[in-house]
């Protein structure tokens, strides 16, 4: 018998790409692996066996190749769609790979492609919560969607995206695998949002009360090209980084902006968003920097030392103001 992972980011992307191939395609007694978002390297948490397969989603192939390789050569099946930097991929007739890197697309809209627009609504809402607003907004308009049900998809994606934030999973409101169970349960996003008892209501209290609290924060660098704030040590700034992020840069499109967050050891999570007018570098940037990368929109650092800070600013500067 052939035992199934479902590996997959705890974000909105991740979680919405799965829920839509398991709408379409049921895997009873699948196994979940995820956890926070910047939690990518996860094939390594599947226990290697030959009579396997594994669906990944939303996680860098690059991040996981060695883990990949050894499932690859044990006789597992994998299916791999992805976003983010891939690395050369490997060349085996168990692996089904769907890897788009295009600044404009996610996993979940990889996944309706291959889908053939069966569960478009989560599809929407997921571009959404990975801060494509343009790109959703234009899929929104084009599936016939009112102004409202467009803002409610929005915001669905924001709030889902909002709970993968953290340095573990004790930060969340949601494990990510408990929060896909439970989205599961609707057939349509809409349902999620009329149903008072579902877990949209709880994120939206929790993420108006985070927010209200970075939106107190003034920046601590400003200049043409670039804005950059500076969060506290605690559990409302990690789970509020992206989010607050992806809102600075909506608000200022022709501006790159860091969302910093301090941990415990007095070093910095950075979370660094491109210009939404120049969605690039953002992954090359951060992948100057240990423990650094992410793709061309946004990227993020686990760990930037304060002796680094202003290296990193230079950095910023350097690539946004050529």
């Known amino acids: 018998m052939t035992t199934h992972y479902d590996v997959f980011n705890g974000d909105a992307d991740g979680i919405l790409a799965l829920l839509q191939l398991r709408k379409e395609f049921p895997c009873e007694g699948a196994l979940l692996v995820t956890g926070v978002k910047r939690d990518i390297q996860l094939v390594k948490n599947v226990p290697l066996s030959g009579n396997l397969s594994l669906t990944v989603l939303d996680i860098s192939m690059e991040k996981n190749i060695p883990a990949l390789l050894a499932h690859l050569e044990a006789g597992a099946t994998v299916f791999y769609a992805d976003h983010h930097q891939s690395g050369d991929i490997p060349e085996s007739p168990n692996l089904d790979a769907h890897i788009h890197l295009e600044a404009d697309t996610c996993t979940s809209l990889i ?7 069966r ?42 995206n909002y709970n993968g934030y953290g340095s573990s999973v004790e930060d969340l ?15 349509e996003p809409f349902e999620v949002i009329a149903d008072s008892s579902s877990p949209f209501h709880d994120l939206k209290a929790a993420y108006d009360n ?17 804005e950059m704030y500076t969060l506290p040590n605690e559990k409302w700034s990690r789970r509020v980084s992206g989010v607050f992020g992806n809102a600075l840069a909506t608000a200022n499109p022709n501006k790159a902006h860091a969302v910093l967050t301090l941990n415990y050891d007095g070093s910095y ?10 969605k690039q570098g953002a992954g090359k940037i951060c992948a100057e920097f240990e423990t650094g990368g992410g793709r061309e929109a ?20 350097t690539y946004y103001a050529s």
């Open 269 to 278: 999570l950075v979370s660094l968003r491109a210009p939404l007018s120049n």
């Open 119 to 160: 569960f478009h609504h989560w599809a929407i809402a997921a571009a959404y919560g990975d801060n494509l607003k343009a790109v959703a907004n234009d899929l929104a308009e084009r599936a016939g969607l009112t102004k409202p049900e467009a803002s409610k998809l929005e915001q669905l994606g924001t709030l889902i």
């Open 298 to 317: 946004a990227a993020g650092i686990n760990r930037l030392e304060h002796s680094h800070l202003d290296a990193f600013i230079k950095a910023v500067e």
């Open 111 to 117: 996944i309706d492609r291959i889908l053939g627009g």
């Open 210 to 226: 985070d927010m209200a609290m970075a939106d107190a924060v003034q920046p601590d660098y400003v200049s043409d090209h670039f």
């Open 173 to 187: 409101h949601f494990h990510p695998a408990e929060l896909y169970r439970l989205l599961s349960g609707y057939d």
